[in-house]
């Protein structure tokens, strides 16, 4: 079983929709991120949450809104689609009481387009 | 701030040719240095990873990377490539105890017969 887990994988939406992606984990890790990847762009970071109670804007949150349920969720929000935010959204975790610092461990990814 | 430069967005190398990947990063400090493959449709894994000692790493998949300060680089190697090499390769510089990690743009790797 795959231990970062996105959902949904694939999303189709419109302009003005509320949409939410879910990330699990199962890594037991304190860290997780939401990044989006697009072409030519690479990942940016939108959000990183250190802890349940620690959460932090990154290099592109507007937009964007965050929750942390619990250690092991982590949830993005686009509480008004746009076009522009059509991208491959990756939920990122990492430990470094593992001893492998700022290693992260990458769901699979949500493919999201806004017509 | 810390950074990272992928020059080569795109490659094409034959099959069984050797592969040399390019990265240069920008930090203060030592950084923690990354390689990490994404197959098509698929999440990113980690190759391989420097934080401190030897320069020469190896990681997964028959990859290799040499960390040379004196360049600011950390380029990926492979002797011969395989055609299952074909991916998109990301070059990541971390910060020590901070936890955020920052991207290269990424170099599309076509493996040709």
């Known amino acids: 079983d795959a231990d970062v887990t996105q959902t949904p994988r694939n999303r189709i939406t419109k302009t003005g929709k509320r949409i939410m992606l879910e990330c699990s984990q199962t890594?037991?890790?304190?860290?997780m991120y939401w990044y989006r990847q697009d072409p030519g762009l690479g990942l940016r970071l939108i959000y990183y949450?250190?802890?349940?109670?620690?959460?932090n804007k990154g290099e592109i949150s507007d937009g964007y809104s965050v929750s942390r349920q619990a250690q092991a969720k982590f949830s993005l929000s686009l509480e008004s689609a746009i076009p522009n935010q059509t991208a491959l959204y990756f939920c990122?975790?990492?430990?470094?009481?593992?001893?492998?610092?700022?290693?992260?461990?990458f769901g699979p990814g949500t493919r999201l387009t806004v017509l | 701030a810390q950074s990272v430069t992928q020059p080569d967005i795109h490659i094409t190398v034959s099959e069984g040719a050797s592969l040399e990947l390019r990265c240069n990063y920008s930090?203060?400090?030592?950084?923690?240095l990354f390689w990490y493959v994404q197959s098509p449709g698929q999440g990113l894994q980690l190759l391989l990873k420097?934080?401190?000692?030897?320069?020469l790493v190896q990681g997964i998949k028959g990859f290799e990377a040499e960390f040379k300060r004196s360049q600011s680089s950390f380029n990926l190697r492979k002797p011969s490539v395989h055609w299952s090499d074909a991916a998109e390769y990301f070059c990541?510089?971390?910060?020590?105890?901070?936890?955020?990690?920052?991207f290269g743009i990424g170099t599309k790797l076509q493996v040709i017969p």
């Open positions: 990122a975790t990492s430990d470094p009481r593992q001893g492998a610092y700022n290693e992260q461990f």
């Open positions: 890594k037991g890790h304190d860290r």
């Open positions: 949450s250190f802890d349940v109670k620690d959460i």
């Open positions: 930090y203060g400090a030592t950084p923690y």
């Open positions: 420097y934080f401190s000692g030897d320069t």
């Open positions: 990541a510089v971390g910060s020590r105890g901070y936890q955020k990690v920052t």
